[in-house]
């Protein structure tokens, strides 16, 4: 199926013009040229970030290469890889994938992180790769798991992708706008593995891909069911990351 799909796509980019993601222009690539040097200069991949959770590093920081809240509350997760910042260019291609059902712009959004993150997936340290699963009542309205369509368009050499190992409890209550405590609370025990994925997870390290990460609550959560499970580390590939403080402070009682 993967197989049909790349051909489609690759006589599409022959025969069809397309627009760039980002700009608009009709060109060939899903992402121009322009605007795809302007956002290998300025992503936030480009800048000193907390080599835990992703943020951007104050000065004081940049020796441990973590911010003191992931010092003083280490999350569950041991990395996270974040591709550019949610208010960046390419949050309106992403609002277009997952509120539009433009699936087309998943090719695109793929694209910019296969460029520019192309030395992080020469030699990627893991065994699998999960998606940040929807719900079986969200899929169903959606019609599509966003983190999956962008996930399965990287090319992993070596890593297997598990897009049905990770499940999830369906919530009517939706984070956006919530503070931290209150998305923390929510997303408590919202995820959970299929019995015949934790045998061969046992030791290994997963990579967790997500289209946003905002506060961390949701793939602290996952990491920690992905721990309490036999995995050994999990990374965090995010395409966009919200770098505004968040309104409450991480900094509580560490975890055991």
Not at 48 to 64: A, I, N, S, V, Y
Not at 202 to 212: C, E, R
Request: charge should be neutral; proline fraction near 5%.
């Amino acid at each position: 199926m993967q197989f049909l799909e790349n051909i489609f796509q690759s006589i599409c980019a022959r025969l069809l013009p397309t627009a760039c993601i980002i700009c608009d222009e009709f060109q060939k690539d899903p992402v121009c040229q322009n605007c795809m040097q302007s956002l290998q200069e300025n992503a936030l991949c480009n800048y000193e970030c907390c080599h835990q959770c992703g943020l951007p590093l104050q000065q004081f920081e940049m020796l441990e290469r973590r911010c003191d809240a992931c010092i003083q509350n280490p999350p569950y997760f041991d990395e996270t890889i974040c591709l550019d910042r949610y208010d960046g260019v390419l949050q309106n291609a992403l609002h277009q994938l997952k509120y539009q059902k433009r699936i087309a712009f998943a090719h695109g959004l793929a694209n910019a992180w296969n460029s520019i993150m192309f030395e992080e997936l020469k030699n990627p340290q893991a065994n699998y790769l999960i998606p940040v699963p929807l719900s079986t009542e969200k899929l169903c309205m959606r019609g599509f798991n966003q983190s999956w369509e962008l996930a399965r368009r990287i090319p992993c050499a070596g890593i297997q992708k598990l897009p049905f190992a990770l499940k999830r409890h369906h919530h009517n209550e939706q984070q956006a706008g919530s503070s931290l405590n209150m998305r923390q609370t929510k997303v408590r025990n919202t995820f959970y593995l299929d019995q015949n994925a934790i045998g061969f997870l046992q030791n290994k390290s997963v990579i967790v891909f997500d289209d946003v990460m905002t506060s961390g609550s949701t793939l602290d959560e996952i990491a920690r069911i992905l721990k309490d499970n036999g995995v050994s580390r999990v990374i965090n590939w995010v395409l966009l990351r919200t770098t505004k403080p968040i309104p409450e402070s991480r900094m509580q009682t560490p975890h055991v």
